[in-house]
């Protein structure tokens, strides 16, 4: 599968990319804000995306309002609670960071199962 990653953070866009390739799917990204997110969706085959929801001095909101509307699934893997995301995302799976491997395929599982 080809998971879109958005994170602003190098080292934990990395290791992100690390766990999920361990899993055995590419990455697309990292897109470190929302509009080398969106430029990502619209130049790559995208499958699934792992988007944190605070990227520095923006949100994700837009990159995850354009997955909605292409049907492509993703998730949040952030520092922020459920409750703190806009009420449009109340449906979607919430990962909080840190994140164990475990958690990472149980998300994935729920969100794109094959």
Same mark, same amino acid.
């Given at each position: ?14 290791? *992100?990319? =690390? ?5 055995? +799917? ?6 470190? %804000? ?9 130049? +790559?085959?995208?499958? *699934?995306?792992?988007? =944190?929801?605070?990227? /520095?001095?923006?949100? #994700? ?20 609670? /459920?409750?703190? *995301?806009?009420? /449009?995302? %109340? ?8 994140? /164990?491997? %475990?958690?990472? #395929? %149980?998300? *994935? ?6």
């Amino acid at each position: 599968m080809n998971i879109l990653i958005v994170e602003d953070e190098v080292l934990l866009a990395y290791d *992100l990319a =690390d766990l999920l390739e361990d899993l055995g +799917h590419r990455i697309v990204g990292p897109g470190m %804000s929302a509009a080398a997110a969106l430029g990502l969706i619209a130049d +790559h085959t995208v499958d *699934l995306a792992v988007l =944190d929801f605070n990227l /520095r001095e923006e949100t #994700s909101a837009p990159v995850a309002d354009a997955l909605a509307e292409r049907g492509i699934p993703f998730f949040f893997l952030t520092g922020y609670r /459920r409750d703190a *995301l806009p009420d /449009r995302f %109340s449906d979607r799976v919430v990962l909080a960071k840190p994140v /164990r491997t %475990s958690e990472l #395929s %149980s998300a *994935l599982r729920v969100v794109a199962p094959q």
